[in-house]
């Protein structure tokens, strides 16, 4: 498959728990925000966004969390199955779109069974 | 509905050459952006288009070109091709303007040697 960064941040846990993935922003000026999944030999498929305004958004299984005071953005999985084992970036926009995306350098999710 | 295309899904090419690779955004969609992944800086913007322009330009030089035709089918370009420029090269697509979300294909995995 393909490999998506040899030195990222793992995070493992048990099947059927939550899962806390945190990611640190760089721009106080980013006013959206995305989590994007990525599988072995895919291209990144998007889970949840967030806009400035918002400090959290809830979608299904997933939650992303937002703390402007310390740019700082976290994607809490719950009820973590096998299928989510993937690398998770969060992206930033200073545009209000996802047209030119900063993204995160990704945290490799392993669930063990 | 069919998803982004990219093609093709891999090449080999050797420094010096030139290489063209293609993206078919989501029927309807009019913007195309394109990203360089690498393991070592991740998921970087390269530049998108609309409506056949181009509207943002990342940091990379200029070597890297692109372009977008009437039916919103996307091109980038890599000149004097260097062995730091193997990576997965991602477009996205998304629908209007300042759309909220971005499709991404599967990519296309470059190799230089």
């Known amino acids: 498959g393909e490999s998506v960064g040899l030195h990222l941040p793992t995070l493992s846990v048990q099947e059927g728990d939550n899962s806390i993935i945190n990611c640190a922003y760089s721009n106080s000026a980013s006013d959206y925000f995305i989590w994007y999944k990525q599988e072995s030999g895919k291209g990144p498929q998007f889970i949840i966004d967030?806009?400035?305004?918002?400090d959290k958004r809830q979608g299904q299984r997933v939650t992303v969390l937002l703390n402007k005071t310390v740019k700082h953005l976290s994607l809490q999985i719950a009820a973590t199955q096998p299928g989510d084992s993937a690398v998770y970036f969060c992206?930033?926009?200073?545009?209000?779109?996802?047209?030119?995306?900063?993204f995160g350098q990704g945290t490799r999710l392993t669930i063990n069974p | 509905k069919a998803g982004v295309t990219q093609t093709p899904r891999y090449l080999i090419k050797t420094r010096g050459q030139q290489v063209t690779l293609s993206c078919s955004p989501i029927?309807?969609?009019?913007?195309v952006s394109w990203y360089q992944q690498t393991p070592g800086q991740g998921l970087q913007f390269l530049f998108e288009?609309?409506?056949?322009?181009?509207?943002n330009k990342g940091n990379f030089p200029g070597r890297f070109s692109g372009r977008q035709f009437s039916n919103s089918r996307s091109e980038m370009n890599v000149s004097t091709l260097e062995l730091g420029d193997s990576a997965l090269y991602l477009c996205?697509?998304?629908?209007?303007?300042?759309?909220?979300?971005?499709?991404f294909g599967q990519g296309t995995r470059l190799t230089v040697v």
């Open positions: 029927s309807g969609h009019r913007s």
């Open positions: 967030i806009r400035s305004n918002m």
């Open positions: 996205a697509s998304s629908s209007r303007d300042r759309d909220t979300e971005a499709f």
């Open positions: 288009y609309f409506s056949e322009t181009q509207r």
């Open positions: 992206a930033e926009s200073l545009k209000g779109g996802a047209q030119k995306l900063v």
